[in-house]
């Protein structure tokens, strides 16, 4: 039985996005890593690789369409082989399983397989796995049927697995190839968790996860009562009370001086230093100095970010994008006014991939040339 191709979420914020190109018609035979389509949103474009082999049965949404729903099927494939044995039945009021392609950006090669990416890329198609709990591989009771694809069938068979060992992190529990790509022949299936003694997970801050900021890149700050409330009365009153910005001048001359001998020195190697490139350093500087500054604020604490990760707004047609210099504080000017050009270029191109421009600890905006 065919199962659905998704529209992805290129971001944790996505909700919809325009699906640019085909690169598969009816008819055609597919393969684990193939890209079958190319998504574009305001800020990036991104390929959607198939998770698995088969045959497009079926195009559900043309080429050019925009304002697809994340997570609405967008192609159907049929598994070589497949039917009843190899197939859980839908159940009422579903559509049946939902296979989902993975993320990729443009700058990277076609056809890299990458198993890390696309377990964290493919699951969150269909749904967050924290509104959805696992569906097992195979029923209850002795002589259950297995539900595999056929690619996982066949790789199991050549390295001697036992699927009702293995556990199913497709759609419905559904086991595709990277469940067996890294399994070992008697690998045995994680017991679900019964409560009571099983040990707690460390908890996910999931406001920081939303706006790009990796786990483990801050140390977490609990806050006091006294700081919740400080914290909530401030955003309410940015909320509700209009708010100003603070401005002053600055004399740069030797500023502008430093960044001519710096653009002289460089020269040789084709680098030129820009007065933004001077900024996100000097920026970078200060929060090291002061880190209380390079910090982000969240209903669970405050994360305090172990590096000035700066974000620096790039005009687009249409829009605004936010490129990041990572670590800003460690690298050279020379290697800022590089990265800087090069992310500037390819934001403009919308080449940019999701974790180039999401999770910034601070935001520089150059307005030097409206006057």
Not at 53 to 60: A, K, P, R
Not at 264 to 280: R, T, W
Request: glycine share 10%; with cysteine; proline share 8%.
């Amino acid at each position: 039985m065919p199962i659905d191709i998704l529209m992805p979420a290129l971001s944790p914020t996505m909700e919809e996005g325009t699906l640019a190109k085909w690169y598969v018609k009816k008819g055609d035979v597919v393969k684990s890593g193939d890209v079958i389509a190319e998504i574009e949103t305001d800020k990036a474009t991104m390929e959607v690789e198939a998770v698995d082999e088969g045959t497009i049965e079926d195009i559900l949404v043309p080429e050019g369409t925009e304002n697809v729903k994340v997570n609405s099927p967008i192609a159907k494939l049929s598994g070589e082989g497949e039917g009843a044995a190899s197939s859980p039945s839908p159940l009422a009021g579903e559509g049946g399983p939902a296979e989902q392609g993975r993320m990729r950006g443009l700058s990277e090669p076609s056809g890299k397989a990458a198993a890390a990416s696309a377990e964290a890329g493919a699951q969150p198609l269909i749904r967050p796995a924290s509104d959805r709990p696992p569906s097992p591989a195979r029923g209850e009771g002795q002589g259950a049927r297995i539900f595999a694809s056929p690619l996982a069938r066949r790789i199991a068979a050549q390295k001697n697995l036992d699927l009702s060992a293995l556990q199913g992190s497709g759609p419905h529990g559904r086991i595709i190839k990277r469940d067996v790509e890294g399994a070992t022949p008697g690998a045995a299936k994680a017991p679900a968790s019964a409560g009571g003694g099983a040990a707690t997970p460390p908890r996910q801050v999931q406001s920081l996860a939303q706006m790009g900021i990796p786990d483990g890149s801050y140390d977490l700050v609990p806050l006091d009562g006294m700081r919740k409330t400080v914290a909530r009365r401030l955003t309410e009153s940015f909320r509700d009370v209009p708010h100003f910005p603070l401005t002053i001048d600055l004399e740069i001359d030797a500023l502008l001086a430093g960044r001519a001998r710096i653009n002289a020195m460089l020269e040789s190697q084709g680098v030129k230093v820009s007065v933004n490139d001077l900024v996100i350093k000097a920026c970078a500087i200060a929060l090291k100095q002061v880190p209380e500054a390079n910090a982000s604020y969240s209903p669970e604490g405050v994360a305090l970010h172990h590096h000035a990760d700066i974000a620096m707004a790039v005009a687009i047609d249409g829009g605004l994008i936010t490129p990041i210099i990572r670590a800003a504080e460690t690298k050279g000017l020379a290697q800022i006014a590089t990265e800087a050009k090069d992310l500037a270029a390819r934001a403009r191109t919308r080449k940019l991939k999701p974790e180039e421009f999401q999770g910034g600890t601070f935001s520089v905006s150059n307005l030097g040339m409206f006057g």
